[in-house]
């Protein structure tokens, strides 16, 4: 990663609350095939969440704690911020002293770019003013929200402008909380209703939706140079499991997730 950073764009986005078993499945059964061309392998890797909700985890990530390959461990991290101590730092860890990556990559001449969707990125209030105002910029739109049907091609056209914007010299680090499958997400499901709220089916709809603009994403982000790109739950959310419903609470389909890291090449 230390040749990595300073060289390359970065893309970090988050599939906020997007199951493992269901990723899973989407992809072994050829449901997401944007997405499937990208993971290594074309599966998910499957790891365990940082935290059971939007703000524990991303408050996790931003310091360098991705989420955590679901086998025994220690497990060298891709960034993380120097700390007397740490067995997951590695040499060739991205090793930072600033308190979150975001800044570290400011200093290190990035532009650094927020697209928010769940509300903790609104900048409506304190707390959903935190995670965003890590960021050099931050950009967030109603449409962006949980509650829009096209929250995520909005969000993508985003990124494109401000890709657009950007001189050619300029390295971009980009974030993108990807908001669709946090509930509500019956609506990306043909013939759900609202009466008869979220589910699996409807949760997995969510992410085909995603993989049917994501390649825009992709385009836009090697379009000037390689982009290394993360992309992976910060937790997953429960639909009657065992009694549960939601996440922010200890349970299996909360903890494991999908992650995988890969490179973009610039396109032709």
């Given at each position: 990663m230390n040749e990595v950073v300073g060289r390359d764009d970065l893309l970090l986005l988050t599939l906020d609350t997007l199951r493992y078993d269901v990723a899973v499945e989407l992809a072994a059964a050829g449901r997401l095939p944007n997405l499937a061309a990208r993971l290594p392998g074309g599966v998910w890797e499957k790891r365990h969440a940082p935290g059971s909700f939007t703000y524990a985890s991303h408050q996790a990530m931003f310091a360098g704690f991705l989420p955590t390959p679901a086998a025994p461990g220690p497990h060298p991290r891709l960034f993380a911020s120097r700390f007397a101590g740490s067995e997951t730092t590695a040499g060739r860890t991205f090793v930072f002293d600033t308190p979150d990556l975001v800044s570290a990559l400011a200093e290190r001449g990035y532009r650094t770019v927020c697209v928010g969707g769940v509300g903790f990125f609104n900048q409506q209030g304190a707390l959903g003013s935190v995670l965003p105002g890590l960021f050099q910029e931050s950009h967030w739109e109603p449409e962006f929200s949980v509650a829009s049907p096209t929250s995520f091609e909005a969000q993508v056209a985003r990124a494109e402008e401000v890709v657009a914007a950007l001189p050619a010299e300029q390295?971009?680090?980009?974030?993108?909380?990807?908001?669709?499958?946090?509930?509500?997400?019956?609506?990306?499901?043909?013939?759900?209703?609202?009466?008869?709220?979220?589910?699996?089916?409807?949760?997995?709809?969510?992410?085909?939706?995603?993989?049917?603009?994501?390649?825009?994403?992709?385009?836009?982000?090697?379009?000037?140079?390689?982009?290394?790109?993360?992309?992976?739950?910060?937790?997953?959310?429960?639909?009657?499991?065992?009694?549960?419903?939601?996440?922010?609470?200890?349970?299996?389909?909360?903890?494991?997730?999908?992650?995988?890291?890969?490179?973009?090449?610039?396109?032709?």
């Open positions: 390295r971009l680090f980009l974030f993108l909380n990807a908001s669709a499958l946090h509930q509500p997400n019956w609506f990306h499901l043909p013939g759900a209703t609202r009466e008869a709220g979220d589910s699996l089916a409807t949760h997995a709809a969510a992410l085909e939706y995603i993989d049917r603009h994501i390649g825009r994403l992709f385009a836009a982000m090697s379009a000037r140079r390689r982009c290394f790109a993360v992309v992976c739950s910060d937790h997953g959310t429960t639909y009657g499991d065992d009694g549960y419903t939601g996440h922010r609470l200890g349970h299996e389909a909360v903890w494991t997730v999908p992650y995988s890291h890969f490179f973009l090449e610039p396109s032709a």
